[in-house]
């Protein structure tokens, strides 16, 4: 592992299902502006609290300052400006709702957001964070611009791709490459996990 740095080593390490989720032919209907978003966005939306509530996590049990600050200001764009924001208008123009009943594979991927959050673990806090955000760059990037005409799908595209949010992703990455031998032990399955989750996830929109 000494010419790769460990996220990418984490990363090869579940390639198949890596490739699988950014190169899902939901995420192709997501770029191509044919995706039926609504319960997708629906169970997306449910993400939020957890999600909101791992960020505060991470800024909890950082261990610099530094580490800190970026996880701060996500936090604050997620839970007062773009992202949610996004869901309302978005949810509002398909006639969707912010209260559905959960699916199965979102339950999975909440009760595992929620898990790490409460071990108040970091390296595992930023395993999750770094395959949610990562995952999704990943896919967001196959598209080309300009991208398709359809606001609700373009907005999503743009939420995930970007010098922003790249930078974000970076970050994660470089938490998790600064991590010491005694850090990394078994996280290779918390990372896997996700990484399965997130398929699992896409697989559930596809219907």
Not at 38 to 57: H, I, K, M, N, P
Not at 119 to 133: N, T
Not at 139 to 162: D, K, M
Not at 180 to 192: I, M, N
Request: aromatic content about 12%.
């Amino acid at each position: 592992m000494s010419e790769r740095s460990f996220s990418q080593w984490l990363r090869e390490r579940c390639a198949d299902e890596w490739d699988a989720v950014v190169n899902h032919p939901f995420a192709t209907a997501i770029i191509e502006g044919r995706a039926d978003m609504r319960r997708y966005l629906e169970q997306d939306f449910q993400f939020v609290d957890s999600f909101t509530a791992l960020l505060g996590a991470a800024v909890a049990s950082a261990d610099t300052l530094e580490a800190r600050v970026p996880y701060a200001r996500f936090l604050g764009q997620v839970a007062t400006t773009e992202e949610k924001t996004y869901f309302h208008r978005a949810l509002a123009e398909l006639g969707g709702t912010t209260t559905p009943r959960l699916e199965p594979a979102t339950s999975a991927f909440r009760n595992l957001m929620d898990e790490v959050r409460r071990s108040q673990d970091y390296p595992s806090i930023v395993a999750v964070l770094c395959v949610a955000e990562w995952t999704y760059l990943g896919w967001a990037s196959r598209a080309a611009e300009p991208y398709t005409a359809s606001w609700i799908h373009r907005e999503w595209i743009e939420l995930h791709e970007g010098p922003a949010f790249r930078e974000w992703v970076a970050f994660l990455r470089g938490e998790l490459d600064r991590l010491d031998e005694a850090q990394r032990e078994g996280l290779e399955d918390t990372f896997r996990r996700a990484v399965e989750l997130e398929r699992g996830f896409f697989d559930m929109a596809a219907g």
